[in-house]
T-cell receptor
């Protein structure tokens, strides 16, 4: 398997623009997670899906952020409008089960977002 | 304030030295994981510890889960330049299923 695939790897945009990050999880994994990593706040969970259904979005910073999973092999994280403070590395991860089941999360290579 | 406090934040050592990284909390975790992350990549799981007092060894790496399941440590023996990276601990709260990550320890091993 190719692992978790994320695109683009790098995104530079201007404040106010819409940004869409994409993720393809490992085939057969039921859970998909979106994380954000910054120097100040470390790795933060934004939202996770189970069988394409959003389960917990309590980590989503505000209404400018939205995530969808239209099918088992694709998810998007959208920021509209983007702001400079959204600059971070965004990771997608997938797993067979929840952390409580001690299932390993497999992370993608991340998308480095810079909002000017 | 981080739920999981990692120390030190940064460590620079010579090849062959030993080191220990700590992960502490006032909360109890049902399990704890250690990840290693290299620049430009996502974190990769090294180990999961579940039982209080559990010790796991992975070649030169030794992981320990505290008896009260509130803390953990990672000890590396005879560090090598290939050990360089960001080490993250992540805990599963006793009542919950999400992973909570520490801020990480940046390790640099010089040859």
């Amino acid at each position: 398997d190719a692992g978790v695939i994320q695109s683009p790897r790098h995104e530079v945009t201007e404040m106010g623009q819409e940004v869409t990050l994409r993720c393809k999880p490992i085939s057969g994994h039921d859970y998909l997670f979106w994380y954000r990593q910054t120097m100040m706040r470390g790795l933060e969970l934004l939202i996770y899906f189970n069988n394409n259904v959003p389960i917990d979005d309590s980590g989503m910073p505000e209404d400018r952020f939205s995530a969808k999973m239209p099918n088992a092999s694709f998810s998007t994280l959208k920021i509209q409008p983007s702001e400079p403070r959204d600059s971070a590395v965004y990771f997608c991860a997938s797993s067979l089960g929840l952390a409580g089941s001690i299932h390993e999360q497999f992370f993608g290579p991340g998308t480095r977002l810079t909002v000017l | 304030t981080q739920l999981l406090e990692q120390s030190p934040q940064f460590l620079s050592i010579q090849e062959g030295e030993n080191l220990t990284v700590y992960c502490n909390s006032s909360s109890v975790f049902s399990s704890l994981q250690w990840y290693r992350q290299e620049p430009g990549e996502g974190p990769v799981l090294l180990v999961t510890v579940v039982t209080g007092g559990e010790v796991k060894k992975l070649k030169r790496l030794t992981f320990q889960f505290g008896d009260a399941r509130k803390d953990s440590s990672l000890h590396i023996t005879a560090a090598q330049p290939g050990d360089t990276g960001l080490y993250l601990c992540a805990g599963v709260m006793e009542y919950g299923n999400k992973l909570v990550f520490g801020a990480g320890t940046i390790l640099r091993v010089k040859s």
